[in-house]
């Protein structure tokens, strides 16, 4: 058999190539030469299979996509708590490079250009030098796309040329004794950051990591703890698509980030990671191809993060009755995932079972378990051979751990 999701991917760029909507930004000379009909899609599966489409191999500067990651370093570096202390997590409103501070002076958020400043300066231990920073940032995102990552210094140097807006941003937020470090390292550490070089089969595995849970599907490496990504995720959701991220929820509904280079990337929890380019911008700053095949992908695919799916109800396989003679035991036998919803299903399944009956659990045909899951499960069959019932568990896949 074909697979039917490269071509449905090409068919899916071929009906959103046609919009000559947007320009290329014009206010860095280097992105400026940018090829405005570029288009390229790319897509992760969680087991890192990756797809891509179009103009898929080409390379351009990740620019702001690099923020949630930039976060996710700061959060696994210095803590929730530091981090909190530093920068907040509220939706803005702003364009990207507005001056969005809270009466404290805290930047509103890390996927804003006054907020990535200051995030990147949380990157390390404290009292971290510049270029350590600097290596830190690139091992860091390198392992999020698992392969090594370049700085494209000819973009560094072009935004570094018109960084003053910047550096206005990041004096202003060290005044308010948020910035760790001097502004001006600060400043042309984030401008590194944003220079590393991608394609869109990069942001598809990137995006895979964070919604993988910190694991890159490719490598296997676990980049950040689980609990950064949860963190990382959420801001996105709010966040990462400056003042349209309500917008982009309500039509999209998937976490995502976009770059000035014409870079989109979004991840979906569990599902997909994925990435689009292409140079041509609306006026808010995002991609007019990248946001169209988002919106086609979410909708032909079903992948927003509201939608979804109906698992919990049927997590019930079956019952096997006793035979009428009394030989053998009931049978309860689950499938599926076993997550909080689908759990409480087959709890109030086991609450059927007439007291002082034993039975077998049969977990054969479940794929997997959350930790939540484990432990109910875990707890309801503790409870059941505390009351003196024989409770026996088919689990050769080892879904309660032993």
């Known amino acids: 058999m074909r697979n039917p999701i490269p071509d449905l991917l090409d068919e899916l760029r071929e009906r959103c190539a046609d919009d000559d909507g947007g320009e290329v930004l014009s206010t860095i000379p280097e992105l400026a030469k940018a090829d405005p009909d570029r288009f390229g899609i790319g897509l992760c599966t969680i087991d890192g299979t990756v ?34 202390e530093h920068v907040g997590v509220e939706p803005s409103g702003d364009s990207f490079n507005e001056i969005s501070l809270e009466q404290s002076g805290r930047p509103r958020n890390p996927m804003i250009n006054i907020g990535a400043i200051t995030t990147h ?6 009292g971290i030098s510049r270029k350590q920073r600097d290596k830190r940032v690139q091992q860091g995102l390198s392992a999020f796309a698992g392969r090594k990552l370049d700085v494209d210094e000819e973009v560094f140097a ?21 910035l760790d470090g001097e502004p001006h390292h600060a400043v042309e550490g984030y401008i590194r950051q944003c220079s590393l070089l991608v394609d869109v089969r990069d942001l598809a595995v990137m995006a895979m990591t964070l919604a993988a849970g ?25 966040c990462g698509m400056y003042d349209a991220s309500g917008q982009w929820m309500s039509t999209v ?40 095949a988002f919106e086609a992908l979410s909708a032909d695919l079903g992948l927003h993060l509201m939608h979804a799916p109906e698992v919990a109800s049927h997590v019930l396989y079956g019952v096997v ?20 919803a689908a759990v409480e299903v087959a709890l109030r399944e086991l609450e059927e079972v007439p007291d002082g009956e034993s039975f ?6 479940v794929a997997s378990a959350t930790d939540v899951g484990r432990r109910l499960l ?25």
Request: contains cysteine.
């Open 121 to 126: 300066a949380l990157i390390g231990h404290e």
């Open 360 to 365: 077998v659990l049969d977990l054969s045909r």
């Open 321 to 340: 009755e006793p035979d009428a003679d009394g030989d053998g035991l009931r049978e309860v036998q689950l499938q599926g995932t076993m997550h909080f």
């Open 378 to 402: 875990l707890e309801a069959v503790e409870r059941m051979r505390a009351d003196r019932r024989e409770v026996r568990i088919t689990d050769p896949h080892d879904i309660l751990g032993g």
């Open 214 to 238: 910190g694991r890159n599907p490719v490598t296997g490496e676990q980049v950040v703890p689980t609990w950064v990504c949860t963190q990382v995720l959420s801001v996105m959701a709010t």
């Open 158 to 178: 072009s935004e570094q040329s018109e960084a003053s807006r910047n550096l206005a941003l990041a004096y202003l937020v060290h005044a308010r004794e948020k």
């Open 253 to 292: 509904g998937i976490p995502a980030k976009s770059g000035v280079s014409g870079g989109v990337l979004g991840a979906l929890p569990g599902q997909a990671g994925i990435g689009a380019f292409s140079p041509r911008l609306d006026e808010i700053g995002n991609s007019v191809r990248g946001v169209r």
């Open 51 to 84: 797809y891509g489409t179009g103009d898929a191999e080409h390379r351009f500067s990740i620019q702001s996509i690099s923020k949630p990651f930039a976060y996710a370093l700061a959060l696994a570096d210095r803590g929730r708590d530091t981090v909190l």
